[in-house]
């Protein structure tokens, strides 16, 4: 009887006895064959997951990924490589290196929503300040202007051309002198049916209240008291009005003198 080259199986001629042990033998001989191809091609199978494992660790170096995670992952690939671990742990260490790489999505995720709540923070906080000072221009009393003599003078004018009487429920008009005994006077525009009954002292408060209406007629209070009562009033509106004029009819004003500009709104 013949045998085949490579696996020595049996091969009868007509004249050949047939015995169950030649089967017997042959099919040990195939079982053994196929269970090394197998084994082969279960081998390869670790070596391809291998080097997948190997890449992304080294992807992870690259990466600058937590340095004790990443090297317990190289410490289990090591032990892949010098045979020291079975299949579960090979997917464990696929896993953990799958888990750091999703690590590094989220620090990114997280990065750019941090970055987000910050602009978010900044854009609030500018709109708060812009808030805060427009109500800073509706709230409390308002310097307008100051007008002071740097010389001798009979009179003292303050320019109002530029006040819209529409913003104003109130305009405050502080009058101090620099020398005792002045008497004065004062009109809007310098007309006599702009002006405030006088004579005035030498320090006077003066208030305005056009209460937003620019067509309202001239009127309002007097501190101290002039001799209409410390009222005063015109049939002039507000919005003729351009100017503040002071004078005096028996001396001068002394350099200091001042009068200053109060808006409230």
């Known amino acids: 009887m013949q045998q085949t080259n490579h696996y020595q199986l049996s091969q ?18 195939t079982d053994a064959a196929l269970h090394g191809l197998a084994e082969q091609a279960a081998g390869k199978a670790d070596a391809a997951a ?12 690259n990466g600058k990924a937590d340095q004790s995670a990443l090297a317990a992952a190289v410490n289990r690939v090591s032990a892949l490589e010098n045979g020291k671990a079975d299949q579960s742990a090979l997917a464990a260490a696929v896993n953990r290196v799958s888990a750091l790489e999703n690590g590094k999505a989220e620090q990114s995720f997280l990065a750019a929503e941090q970055t987000a709540r ?9 709109a708060r300040e812009a808030a805060d000072a427009a109500l800073a221009k509706r709230a409390g009393a308002q310097l307008i202007r100051t007008e002071t003599l740097t010389e001798l003078s009979s ?4 320019p109002l051309d530029d006040i819209d009487w529409a913003e104003w429920r109130e305009l405050h008009f502080i009058f101090q002198t620099a020398s005792e005994s002045v008497e004065c006077y004062i009109s809007f525009n310098g007309h006599s049916n702009m002006k405030i009954d006088g004579p005035l ?5 003066v208030i305005a209240c056009p209460c937003f209406t620019p067509d309202q007629p001239i009127s309002g209070f007097v501190f101290p008291f002039a001799a209409s009562f410390g009222t005063f009033k015109s049939d002039s509106p ?3 009005v351009t100017l ?9 004003f002394q350099p200091g003198t001042s009068a200053t500009v109060w808006g409230v709104k």
């Open 201 to 205: 002292g030498q320090h006077w408060h």
């Open 238 to 240: 507000f919005r003729e």
């Open 12 to 29: 009868w001629d007509f004249e050949d006895q047939i015995v169950m042990a030649d089967f017997n033998s042959d099919n040990q001989k």
């Open 155 to 158: 009179y003292l004018t303050v």
């Open 244 to 252: 503040l004029s002071i004078n005096t009819r028996a001396g001068a």
């Open 118 to 126: 910050q602009n978010a923070d900044s854009a609030e906080k500018a």
């Open 50 to 61: 291998l080097t997948a494992a190997v890449n992304r660790v080294s992807a992870l170096e």
